[in-house]
């Protein structure tokens, strides 16, 4: 009988890799019948089931497949990213903690096993389990891609690139859906190696990359080529399938579709000549400054955007991470003795930032909105330690006020997203002044008669023009910046 299984699950395997899931999945279930303790037929129908996008269904096949064979660590590990995927990180932890027990020497499985504690958020954990790996195989290069991403998530950016050049030298096909190469090649300021990365045949890794690379292309000024590069990934985007960083990508090319918009209307504040520049350092906001060339103490000034994308001041306040390591290599690139725009807090103040992460009480209410002021100062005591450190004075730009429809939003919801922009953006200004920073004002600067954002200011809900950061810094006391 055990034969026969065999003969049925190598034709059901066949079927499996030539994407006729119906088929494979009905043989499965056959050898099932007949085999009710084959581990390998239960875990091989939970692979088909969740390649038909079923993976609650999967999980109980995975559950069955390690309950018959729990001393089989690629069965615990699927199960433990099946846990992950439908939610249940708690479920995925302990299947990995159980993994630990067991003895096994595939450096295959073992990375797989590190991918997971990563994808649920322990890196420390996955970075433990990967460097073995890599130092017994050191051309593993799957092992190198996750250490090298693991390394760029914490902001260990120089480690990370060599094991992540490592991987793109050696095999360029290998996907890479995060575009961990180029993320950090971007967050250390290497613009013209992200230029230089040839197109990747993951359909993907194409798209992200083309995004990172139309953002250099506009930081520089090449905006001709920034918009041949948005306009056909744009044309692209529909064919792509869903991954979790397809959004962000998306979410760049239309700003970046909106600055061009921009720019062409404006050209002459692009284009003319000048003496001077001034670095914006911030949030993907600082995108928006890239180029324009503005007046202060007299001199024609052009503004050189310099953005560390997702970085909010609740990153910069709190142990080394990505977002931080990207803020102080941007401010690196800083001279000794010369002022910056510190544009940040823009994402600390969204509705997926502290209006998602303060308590409510059991009534839906904001008892306590206090932690935005606290966090607004704790960043610009931050600031001004680091910038004493390094020589240079940052001029502390505010929030922008909101484009979001705040009508739409429930009343105790909207009291308090709007409340948290004016107190922290007070608590901005506050720390400015106790530091004897300049403080350009974006809240004032962008909002109109409502608590909502002028119009004409706005590419989309989320991003300014660079308009709006003129008129701040013109309301501050950097001397004129029109």
């Known amino acids: 009988m055990r034969d026969e299984a065999d003969r049925l699950l190598n034709n059901a395997l066949y079927f499996h890799r030539q994407g006729r899931l119906d088929e494979a999945h009905g043989i499965y279930r056959q050898v099932i019948r007949d085999n009710p303790d084959h581990a390998h037929a239960h875990h091989l129908l939970g692979l088909v089931t969740r390649h038909r996008g079923q993976e609650h269904d999967a999980n109980r096949y995975f559950q069955r497949a390690a309950e ?74 799957r092992g190198n891609l996750l250490l090298g991403s693991l390394l760029s998530d914490r902001g260990d950016f120089e480690e990370a690139l060599a094991a992540l050049e490592k991987v793109r030298v050696a095999d360029p096909a290998l996907p890479d859906p995060t575009c961990a190469l180029a993320s950090t090649l971007f967050a250390l300021g290497r613009y ?29 000024g090449r905006a001709r080529d920034a918009a041949t590069l948005v306009d056909a990934s744009q044309a692209h985007e529909a064919a792509l399938p869903d991954w979790p960083r397809k959004a962000v990508f998306r979410g760049t090319l239309d700003q970046l579709a909106g600055l061009l918009a921009f720019r062409g209307r404006h050209a002459a504040h692009y284009e003319s000549a000048a003496h001077a ?64 725009v510190s544009l940040i807090g823009s994402l600390d103040c969204r509705i997926a930032g502290l209006l998602a992460e303060l308590p409510r009480s059991r009534h839906g209410q904001f008892e306590d ?36 429809q705040v009508e739409v939003m429930k009343g105790l919801t909207r ?50 023009l660079p308009t709006g950061l003129v008129d701040a810094l013109d309301r501050s006391d950097t001397g004129s910046a029109s």
């Open 68 to 141: 018959i064979a729990p001393e089989e660590a690629l069965y615990r590990a699927t199960l433990a990213d099946s846990h992950r995927q439908i939610g249940d990180d708690a479920g995925a932890r302990r299947e990995l903690e159980a993994i630990e027990a067991l003895v096994f020497d595939d450096p295959d499985l073992r990375i797989q096993v590190a991918t997971i504690w990563g994808l649920i958020g322990e890196n420390a954990a996955a970075l433990d389990r990967c460097r073995p790996v890599i130092a017994m195989f050191p051309d593993h290069l």
């Open 277 to 340: 520049t001034l670095a914006v350092i911030g949030d993907e906001q600082a995108t928006a400054a890239a180029g324009y060339i503005v007046t202060i103490d007299g001199q024609s000034t052009r503004l050189i955007g310099e953005p560390a994308f997702g970085c909010r001041a609740a990153h910069l306040v709190v142990a080394d991470n990505r977002f931080k390591a990207a803020y102080l290599a941007a401010l690196a690139r800083v001279p000794s003795g010369s002022r910056f």
């Open 192 to 220: 013209d190696r992200i230029l230089r990365l040839d197109a990747p045949p993951d359909s993907r890794q194409r798209f992200g990359e083309a995004a990172m690379k139309a953002t250099v292309l506009w930081l520089q």
């Open 415 to 464: 009291s308090a997203y709007l409340e948290i922009i004016e107190r922290f953006n007070r608590a901005l200004a506050a720390g400015a002044r106790r530091h004897g920073f300049a403080f350009a004002d974006l809240l004032a600067a962008t909002r109109g008669s409502t608590a909502q954002g002028r119009p004409g200011l706005y590419i989309d809900t989320n991003h300014i």
């Open 369 to 404: 909105l206090s932690p935005a002021d606290q966090l607004a100062s704790d960043y610009v005591d931050w600031l001004a330690a680091t910038c004493r450190a390094r020589g240079v004075t940052p001029i502390v730009a505010g929030t922008p006020a909101t484009n979001v």
